[in-house]
């Protein structure tokens, strides 16, 4: 039988949380709910996943017998979906949460549940809220009408006002075992050449996904190896790989960040190689380990710091809509003009 979305979405919470997940559904079968919790942890750790998982425990029709939700209930299927009235999903509209969303949520915070006696509110990237608007959710989070729990969601909690901190149960998510993200990056078929750069680029189960989607951060690493090769020698057919080989792989702004972050790995690999002396296998490229290390032989302290610098600055380039084979082609002359002196 295929899975429901909802039974997908607990599989991810018992991936990514298993221990914080079966400690809610004890404290539900406990009664000992509290109204208000901050969930802080960085982006791919499964806060909002989690937040909703705890939402279709509250209201699942048939909870299995380890105290999980079933996942397949018109209640589950429902929340998973975001479709349920009586459990509200707030998410920052752009860069932030406006103060027309605040106002309709204090709206809702004051409304009686529509199918029962409950309502689940979720604040996803409650950090974006202004201080005005986190100051008049205060009262609601503190004194809520009727049977009310809310979870505000952040990457780091100390960007929560103090106010809200101290009225909320603060909860820290751990991050999720490198081997464990390794083997979920396997199953997606991630060959193992690829496993380090993946660990240092992200920890988030969707960015994965999308790396391991047609192969693409194998092919990335490939094309990327075969440029700093070329670069390593001085050689201008890096230039011209940049429209002919780079380019090709990008599929969007966020194919564009991660790139930048490829790049400026590699050469990270070199500091650590000349440094802290680090083996291969530490390496994000440890299988081109030879060709690092001839890098790290013959490029000065100075000019190694500079490269990296310029890279991250592109960073910010790619950000205010600059082209982007043009900030690629600009590291790769930079690069070359510092290598050969």
Not at 54 to 67: D, S, V, W, Y
Not at 83 to 89: K, T
């Amino acid at each position: 039988m295929e899975k429901t979305q909802a039974e997908t979405l607990i599989k991810e919470v018992e991936t990514n949380q298993k221990e914080l997940a079966s400690h809610f559904m004890q404290v539900i079968s406990n009664q000992d709910l509290s109204h208000a919790y901050l969930f802080s942890g960085a982006a791919g750790l499964g806060k909002v996943a989690l937040a909703k998982m705890i939402a279709m425990r509250l209201f699942c029709e048939h909870p299995q017998t380890n105290g999980f939700p079933c996942g397949r209930c018109n209640q589950c299927i429902r929340i998973s979906a975001e479709e349920h009235p009586d459990v509200m999903i707030v998410r920052p509209d752009g860069r932030s949460i406006k103060i027309d969303q605040i106002r309709n949520l204090k709206q809702e915070f004051t409304k009686s549940a529509v199918e029962g006696d409950r309502k689940v509110f979720i604040i996803a990237g409650a950090d974006l809220m202004t201080v005005g608007a986190a100051n008049g959710l205060l009262k609601f989070i503190e004194e809520p009408v009727g049977n009310v729990n809310s979870f505000l969601l952040t990457d780091d909690y100390h960007k929560i006002i103090e106010t809200i901190q101290s009225r909320t149960q603060l909860v820290e998510l751990p991050k999720i075992k490198p081997a464990s993200l390794v083997n979920y990056a396997q199953e997606k078929g991630l060959v193992k050449t690829s496993t380090n750069l993946m660990l240092k680029l992200t920890s988030d189960i969707h960015q994965i996904d999308r790396l391991c989607e047609d192969d693409w951060l194998a092919k990335a690493k490939e094309q990327i190896e075969s440029w700093f090769s070329l670069v390593v020698k001085g050689d201008y057919r890096a230039f011209t790989m940049v429209q002919t080989n780079l380019l090709p792989l990008l599929r969007d702004r966020d194919d564009q960040k991660i790139f930048i972050n490829m790049l400026c790995l590699i050469f990270q690999d070199v500091f650590n190689l000349k440094f802290k002396h680090l083996p291969a296998q530490e390496l994000a490229y440890g299988n081109i380990y030879i060709v690092i290390e001839r890098l790290s032989f013959s490029i000065t302290d100075e000019a190694l710091l500079k490269i990296i610098n310029d890279i991250l600055v592109s960073e910010q380039k790619q950000k205010i809509n600059i082209s982007f084979q043009n900030i690629l082609e600009v590291i790769t002359l930079n690069c070359l003009r510092t290598v050969r002196g």
